[in-house]
T-cell receptor, first 110, second 116 residues
């Protein structure tokens, strides 16, 4: 099955700085890569996703890049704010259930 | 429709007891998934339904686990003879499959199970 690795496991940034989370996947046939944000006591919430026919996607302060050749994708959060503090998960799938990374705990320092 | 609902939010049970969780998906979603999440880990797939048909089960779903979605709407996940290792957050998600590939899930808030 698909194996997704996520780094770093924890990330502390100063408010206003950028945060970058990187993931690699093993199944070259994976074609859908969502990112989820999970706040304490809540289920994961989809924040952005990208398909394999696109190399980059941006939504306000959040952007995701995909390198299919290298089988890795990244989440970029610019101008971080305290409300960005949460656990972020990447996932990879191909027409079936996504496999998730282990998560990155992001702390934005005021 | 306010999203995916799960009940209960928390469940504490004694080892050996049976527990049942319920998930109400977004009404127009035909796919429903169950995941398990332990502390510090990402969600792990357990099983999923397309309408009322259970199409896939993970190896994590031992014989003590059973899931149903009798009318293609809500689903239940039952764990029999609970063990301490079953303690986790059980997440339900739903999605719409238009036949063009998978789309993003909508997760519920989960049921946190503690087996004592």
């Amino acid at each position: 099955g698909e194996n997704v690795e996520q780094h770093p496991s924890t990330l502390s940034v100063q408010e206003g700085d950028s945060a970058v989370i990187k993931c690699t996947y093993s199944d070259s046939a994976s074609n859908y890569f969502p990112w989820y944000k999970q706040e304490l006591g809540k289920g994961p919430q989809l924040i952005i996703d990208i398909r394999s026919n696109v190399g980059e996607k941006k939504d306000q302060r959040i952007a995701v890049t995909l390198n299919k050749t290298a089988k890795h994708f990244s989440l970029h959060i610019t101008e971080t704010q305290p409300e960005d503090s949460a656990v972020y998960f990447c996932a990879a799938s191909r027409r079936r259930n996504p496999s998730f990374g282990a998560g990155t705990t992001v702390t934005v320092r005021a | 429709d306010t999203g995916v609902s799960q009940d209960p939010r928390h469940k504490i049970t004694k080892r050996g007891q049976n527990v049942t969780f319920r998930c109400d998906p977004i009404s127009e979603h035909n796919r429903l998934y169950w995941y398990r999440q332990t502390l510090g880990q990402g969600p792990e797939f357990l099983t999923y339904f397309q309408n009322e048909a259970q199409l896939e089960k993970s190896r994590l779903l031992s014989d003590r686990f059973s899931a149903e979605r009798p009318k293609g709407s809500f689903s239940t996940l039952e764990i029999q003879r609970t063990e301490q290792g079953d303690s986790a957050m059980y997440l339900c998600a739903s999605s719409q499959d238009p036949g063009q590939g998978i789309y993003g899930y909508t997760f519920g808030s989960g049921t946190r199970l503690t087996v004592v």
